[in-house]
T-cell receptor, first 110, second 113 residues
Framework: SQQGEEDPQALSIQEGENATMNCSYKTSINNLQWYRQNSGRGLVHLILIRSNEREKHSGRLRVTLDTSKKSSSLLITASRAADTASYFCATDKGYSTLTFGKGTMLLVSP | EPEVTQTPSHQVTQMGQEVILRCVPISNHLYFYWYRQILGQKVEFLVSFYNNEISEKSEIFDDQFSVERPDGSNFTLKIRSTKLEDSAMYFC???????????FGEGSRLTVL
């Protein structure tokens, strides 16, 4: 299975701190994507990193990808209470469906 | 901004009843998907659809499930005879190509009693 597996399962931090979530997968990929899900809502795409990229930034988000270790990390800097959500990584072979991990539930306290 | 819309937002049904969940994907997208998420659990792939046919399906997508694009805009998921374990949030998603960002709807919550 190429399913992404995130850790930690849950993360609780204070506003202003950084949050780091990790994702591991098992097979080769075309790209890896991170999504956010507020409770009871649909998933929203955050960022995509291609297999030939090592790092990507978007606003307060920083994603890294290590294809040799088959792992990725999502860093949210200077977190806000509004960042409270579940975060999922998804692996994309490029010609097939996205496969999602179990997610990390992030709680940011004011 | 274009979005994927899903109806109904919540449906309650009796076990054994048929359910149809409807989705309107983004208009210029060609690839369509159904995922489901049992409360608090992972997002599970059900089926992908392209060029008016199923391109991939998971083990969950058994004979009780079917998909259809009846009129060029709607994309429907039918569950023929619902079971208790079908209770979940069902998400429709679409994308322009066979790779890249997926756009999700807000989901249809199905409760089977």
């Amino acid at each position: 299975s190429q399913q992404g597996e995130e850790d930690p399962q849950a993360l609780s931090i204070q506003e202003g701190e950084n949050a780091t979530m990790n994702c591991s997968y098992k097979t080769s990929i075309n790209n890896l994507q991170w999504y956010r899900q507020n409770s009871g809502r649909g998933l929203v795409h955050l960022i995509l990193i291609r297999s030939n990229e090592r790092e990507k930034h978007s606003g307060r988000l920083r994603v890294t990808l290590d294809t040799s270790k088959k792992s990725s990390s999502l860093l949210i800097t200077a977190s806000r209470a509004a960042d409270t959500a579940s975060y999922f990584c998804a692996t994309d072979k490029g010609y097939s469906t996205l496969t999602f991990g179990k997610g990390t539930m992030l709680l940011v306290s004011p | 901004e274009p979005e994927v819309t899903q109806t109904p937002s919540h449906q309650v049904t009796q076990m054994g009843q048929e359910v149809i969940l409807r989705c309107v994907p983004i208009s210029n997208h060609l690839y369509f998907y159904w995922y489901r998420q049992i409360l608090g659990q992972k997002v599970e792939f059900l089926v992908s659809f392209y060029n008016n046919e199923i391109s991939e399906k998971s083990e969950i997508f058994d004979d009780q499930f079917s998909v259809e694009r009846p009129d060029g805009s709607n994309f429907t998921l039918k569950i023929r005879s619902t079971k208790l374990e079908d209770s979940a949030m069902y998400f429709c998603a679409s994308r322009a190509g066979n790779t890249g960002e997926l756009f999700f709807g807000e989901g249809s919550r199905l409760t089977v009693l």
